[in-house]
């Protein structure tokens, strides 16, 4: 921006402003177009944080499921595991054998499924990475340009 003084005749000393705007930018509107520039990138590392985010928790509820799945089985074994008990002391017969195969099958489905969740689970990480590495390369971008 160009600020020029004239001095007229008789009107005494008027001031002439005139704007230069010959393909260079104020440092005023450099600096809000940084300032925008960087308000973008850091919306766009929250968008893709909570985008990540998202993905793992959905990750995260499904080997809850089967975790929980798998806790429900192992109750019912333990429940047909005193059935069985039950029956033996009971008739201390070949009846209670029935219910100890049942009790049986269930432990074995119940400790697949539990172990299943626990492996599902230990493989989630919970920290965005993908935000995190975008935002370790815009800082090195930003020092790149500004040095």
Same mark, same amino acid.
């Given at each position: 921006?160009?600020?020029?003084?004239?001095?007229?005749?008789?009107?005494?000393?008027?001031?002439?402003? %005139?704007?230069?705007?010959?393909?260079?930018?104020?440092?005023?509107? @450099? *600096?809000?177009?940084?300032?925008?520039?960087?308000?973008?990138?850091?919306?766009?590392?929250?968008?893709?944080?909570?985008?990540?985010?998202?993905?793992?928790?959905?990750?995260?509820?499904?080997?809850? *499921?089967?975790? #929980?799945?798998?806790?429900? @089985?192992?109750?019912?074994? !333990?429940? !047909?595991?005193?059935?069985?008990?039950?029956?033996?002391?009971? @008739? #201390?017969?070949? %009846?209670?054998?029935?219910? @100890?195969?049942? !009790?049986?099958?269930?432990?074995?489905?119940?400790?697949?499924?539990?172990?299943?969740?626990?492996?599902?689970?230990?493989? *989630?990480?919970?920290?965005? %990475?993908?935000?995190?590495?975008?935002?370790?390369?815009?800082?090195?971008?930003?020092?790149?340009?500004?040095?």
């Amino acid at each position: 921006m160009a600020e020029r003084y004239e001095a007229s005749p008789g009107a005494g000393t008027a001031r002439v402003r %005139e704007v230069a705007m010959v393909g260079e930018r104020s440092t005023v509107d @450099l *600096i809000k177009d940084v300032v925008n520039s960087i308000q973008g990138i850091i919306r766009s590392e929250l968008r893709l944080a909570n985008a990540e985010m998202k993905e793992k928790a959905e990750k995260a509820s499904k080997a809850g *499921i089967v975790l #929980a799945a798998g806790g429900a @089985l192992a109750l019912y074994a !333990f429940a !047909f595991l005193l059935v069985a008990i039950h029956q033996a002391l009971i @008739l #201390a017969m070949p %009846e209670w054998l029935s219910a @100890l195969i049942i !009790f049986a099958a269930l432990a074995i489905a119940g400790g697949i499924m539990l172990s299943t969740g626990r492996k599902r689970l230990k493989q *989630i990480k919970p920290k965005p %990475e993908m935000a995190m590495e975008s935002v370790r390369e815009d800082m090195e971008w930003v020092k790149r340009r500004t040095l």
